[in-house]
């Protein structure tokens, strides 16, 4: 911290009781300046001679009662008492230190007792400056000390700019090329650093620690100077806001609905709403992950609607960068459920419309495609995770979060499946065709063979369901290599259906029965009914006199092809020895 002396006389001030303060010399003191409840006995020659107001003070004085002392009132001077006491030493001469954490409360006193060059060469105003521009600017530190000190001296501060000079200087070395920095130049903590960075190496972020110091409304007076200034980068202008969230909003790290204080909530709040106001436009500027926490944060402490919208168009710009556990959001108290779902579904839709408008700019389909597949799978996480933790999760919000995806390209079905299959396992109350609603999400064609064998022995999928696993898994395996992918839609896929649909009174007759029957019995069943689906499907290519199925649009098997007269596929002859 740099620092001045000034004068060089001995300090002689002395108190006589808590609110005296005199001048102990063979001098009689004759004037008596009262300075909130101090009373300082002092001379009227050295301060008449740097003071053009107490020149004027003094000349429309009265005189004290019990003294000779003419006696002066000025309760409203900057710093109060110790400030006035500071440039009174000045004018005997005496010996004072100024520093960083005085400098503002004696710069706006010697204003304010008009301590200026006209009245006397070298005076208190022109030793401040000297001090000001030469070293307190200068210092990182120091300014940053100087601008937190201005907040409590309004408008004396404004009045000489100090607040200014220390929001252009902080800016301007903010901006500063990180090679130029020396590690004591900061507060930034130094040893948290990563192991493989060079010691004496400075980040481009040096200082977002520093001003995370700031309140919140001089923080933002600080960014937007930087930002006004350039020379620093959207993305680092990103993590100071992060930065200063982390460190100001209570929770902000782990999700807290514990906002007891309604004026600590208020408090937080509008720091809420400031920093969204701050967010750079720049789409990398910030991350997904600090975007989310925000709009946590805006839940639990109630903000505004349009700092909720804005956050979330923020995160549907990026939303393939989320993962399931930033999704969860609680909801407010009071709701009929613990997370707030519907505020993924607008998350989803603001995903929709942005990736619609490149569409429309005729952006890169591949970028499309990647992010749309992202975004599918995080949705197929989210919906298996709280469909395991949300008791209260109804199945057509389910269905309709699914469904916002599905369009959406996939490598395979396994995560929808394992979404499915978790709903129907937390939420078994569900009725027959809610059950077939929800397993109607899933392709079947686009099972891995580890999902297909799971999936043909989970109970709680519909009967229908497990029999078209059973009959894709034995299409694969009889399917040639050169068949076209399962993405296309050739009439195969009708015939399918037919298929299944000519076994509906088979499959109502078997569930029916389902519960009156043993396991090894439910299992016989499907048995059944898969072997009438595999005999007319024979039946009908025999009178055709095609020897294959080249037209099927089902995905290719990587395993080996089968004969047609082998109609049973490992895990059909699985479930026949168990029964």
Excluded at 36 to 41: A, I, P
Excluded at 191 to 196: A, N, V
Aim: proline share 4%; charged share 30%; hydrophobic share 35%.
């Amino acid at each position: 911290m740099k620092f001045m002396k000034l004068g060089s006389k001995p300090d002689s001030f002395q108190s006589d009781e808590d609110c005296v303060r005199y001048v102990a010399t063979e001098l009689a003191t004759d004037v008596v300046v009262i300075v909130g409840d101090v009373k300082f006995h002092l001379h009227k020659f050295p301060l008449l001679s740097k003071s053009a107001r107490l020149q004027k003070l003094i000349a429309t004085t009265t005189t004290d009662e019990q003294s000779d002392d003419d006696e002066i009132r000025i309760p409203d001077i900057p710093g109060g008492p110790p400030a006035f006491e500071i440039c009174a030493k000045f004018c005997y001469g005496m010996a004072v230190t100024l520093n960083a954490y005085n400098v503002v409360a004696v710069r706006c006193a010697a204003e304010y007792l008009e301590m200026y060059e006209s009245i006397e060469s070298g005076n208190l105003v022109y030793k401040m400056e000297v001090f000001l521009n030469s070293s307190v600017l200068r210092s990182w530190k120091d300014s940053i000390i100087v601008l937190q000190t201005t907040r409590s001296f309004y408008p004396w501060s404004e009045d000489v700019k100090l607040d200014v000079r220390c929001l252009e200087s902080i800016a301007l070395k903010a901006a500063m090329d990180p090679a130029r920095v020396d590690w004591s130049y900061t507060y930034n903590r130094r040893k948290l650093l990563p192991p493989e960075m060079n010691n004496n190496s400075v980040p481009r972020d040096w200082w977002v620690e520093d001003l995370a110091e700031l309140s919140i409304d001089l923080f933002k007076r600080v960014v937007s100077t930087i930002r006004r200034k350039g020379g620093v980068l959207p993305e680092v202008i990103g993590e100071a806001l992060e930065v200063y969230a982390a460190k100001r909003i209570p929770g902000f790290m782990i999700q807290n609905d514990d906002n007891d204080d309604e004026e600590d909530v208020m408090e937080q709040r509008s720091l809420l709403e400031t920093l969204v106001s701050m967010l750079p436009s720049e789409k990398q500027s910030v991350s997904c992950g600090f975007l989310i926490k925000l709009l946590k944060s805006s839940v639990s402490f109630e903000c505004g609607e349009e700092e909720r919208k804005e956050l979330s168009r923020r995160i549907g710009e990026k939303l393939e960068e989320a993962n399931v556990g930033d999704l969860l959001i609680r909801a407010p108290e009071g709701g009929e459920t613990v997370y707030d779902i519907d505020i993924v579904e607008t998350l989803i839709d603001e995903f929709v419309t942005q990736t619609e408008k490149r569409d429309e700019l005729d952006c890169s389909d591949d970028i499309n495609d990647s992010s749309k597949a992202n975004v599918a799978k995080l949705i197929d996480g989210y919906l298996a995770e709280i469909s395991r933790i949300e008791t209260n999760l109804s199945t057509t919000k389910f269905i309709t979060i699914a469904e916002k995806v599905s369009t959406f390209p996939r490598q395979s079905h396994d995560g929808v499946y394992r979404a499915i299959d978790m709903f129907l396992k937390q939420h078994p109350g569900i009725t027959k065709s809610e059950k077939k609603s929800s397993s109607r999400l899933m392709d079947c064609r686009k099972l891995s063979p580890e999902a297909c064998a799971h999936a043909v022995q989970n109970e709680r999928l519909p009967l229908r369901v497990v029999v078209q696993i059973l009959f894709f898994e034995q299409v694969r395996a009889t399917t040639k290599p050169s068949l076209p992918p399962s993405g296309s839609h050739g009439s195969s896929r009708t015939t399918t259906e037919e298929e299944c649909e000519s076994v509906t009174a088979t499959e109502e007759t078997t569930t029916t029965t389902r519960d009156k029957t043993s396991s090894s019995e439910k299992t016989k069943a499907k048995g059944v009914v898969m072997s009438r689906i595999f005999s007319k499907l024979w039946t009908g290519k025999d009178k055709d006199g095609v020897g294959d199925v080249s037209s099927s649009d089902t995905s290719e098997s990587p395993g080996s092809v089968t004969t047609v007269g082998d109609k049973s596929t490992p895990s059909t002859r699985r479930r026949r020895s168990s029964s």
